[in-house]
């Protein structure tokens, strides 16, 4: 299941709640007794959004990467292919830029939790900046695994503006530093494979232990070292896990509360719980434009689609744009690396070559348990992964059957 170390869960009294249930919770949220709460995301608060989770090798996009020409498909975030041709890259990063997606109700009630003044710091392990569209500031979001927010040039480090480079996106090329005498690639401060993670990880990480409430949403808690957040949270203190499954040790504490459900589901019954549901889906409406939102939500309601059906026609619909984008032929390929010049592209292909001819894809660091800022506090090295977890917790490994 979704973490196979999980712990029996807790039969003793819970030491803060009067039981474990939504409404015990709620409850303890409006005595006000919570004043400090984190959240820890991950790719299943998205979903609904239209982002497909990538979950099966079936779903469409991953085969798609692995009909782009590459290596293996994880090679579409690793940097000496990105060094190589970075048009893979870009035309993965078309499709899935911020703008084309919109907040969920889950992103929506983070950004209720921040305007009632109680959110310490959101984790999450997201790229797709929905928390910030859905207005969460800025500086009570630590992204783990980077995110689409901002861009540098990889060799200089130059920042590059956030207006051309959309620009580039959109038109689907692949920008360069404004540095004249550099002219290197830029790249979003997405971690790739052999990355550390962002400083600011290492940073609010410790904050977990001040919290006095903990939600865990939509995450898989597969991947160090973000997985050791919900352990760093105090005795005694509630953890809220809203996912389709058991995870981690969410459920062994003494006042965890497990809502087993669709993440959206689970906000919304919390919400109803506090009190605060017509406000958060006033406040879901305003950061959420998409006209197609309401349509959807009645055709679930009126029992004409499952959520389920209408997530796959999104998917499927993305995929046809990915399919028919994603098209780099031998020609094209020439080209990018003749514009990359002196023969830089063809060198760093042939060692990607190399990497890959024995089947070993190389070791992300950012899955090794050494990052940068946490030798204070080791946590276990995960085995080598042939899948984009670390920056696109959406995709799991083919043989990976867990859930969000």
Known sequence: MGNEESRPIADGPPQTLQDRSIEALAEHI??????????????????????????????????????????????????????????????????????????????????????????????TQNIDCLERAAGVPDDA????????????????????????????????????????????????????????????????????????LAIVMGSSLMVHPFATLPSLVGDGVPRVLINRERVGDLGSGSDDV???????????????ALGWWEELLGLWKEVNPNTEVEDMEAEVESGERTRDEVLNDEIEKLTREVDKSLKVSSEHQSR????????????????????????????????????????????KADTPSSDLQHVFPHIDSKSSKSSL
Request: net charge negative; hydrophobic share 35%.
């Open 336 to 379: 990018v690396n003749k514009q990359l010049g002196n023969g830089k592209g063809d060198s760093v292909e042939k060692e990607g070559k190399s990497q890959t001819e024995n089947g070993e894809a190389p070791m992300p660091q950012a899955l090794s348990g050494d990052v940068t800022g946490l030798k204070e506090d080791p946590v």
């Open 141 to 212: 979001i630590v992204e783990a695994h980077g995110s689409f927010a901002r861009q540098r040039c990889i060799e200089c480090g130059t920042a590059y503006p956030d207006e051309e480079m959309r620009a580039k996106v959109e038109a689907m090329e692949v920008p360069h530093c404004l540095v004249p005498q550099c002219n290197g690639l830029v790249k979003p401060d997405i971690v790739f494979f052999g990355e550390a993670l962002p400083e600011e990880f290492a940073r609010s990480r410790p904050l977990a232990a001040h919290a006095d």
């Open 258 to 272: 497990l809502l087993l459900e669709d993440c959206d589901e689970g906000v919304k019954r919390l919400a109803e």
């Open 30 to 123: 409006k005595s006000g007794n919570v004043k400090r709460i984190v959240f820890m995301v991950g790719a299943g608060i998205s979903t609904s959004a239209g982002l497909p989770d990538f979950r099966s090798p079936d779903t469409g996009l991953y085969a798609n990467l692995a009909r782009l020409n590459l290596p293996h498909p994880e090679a579409v975030f690793e940097l000496n292919f990105f060094r190589s041709n970075p048009l893979p890259f870009y035309t993965l990063a078309h499709e899935l830029y911020p703008g084309k997606y919109h907040p969920t109700l889950a992103h929506a009630f983070i950004r209720l939790v921040s305007d009632k003044g109680l959110l310490l710091k959101c984790f």
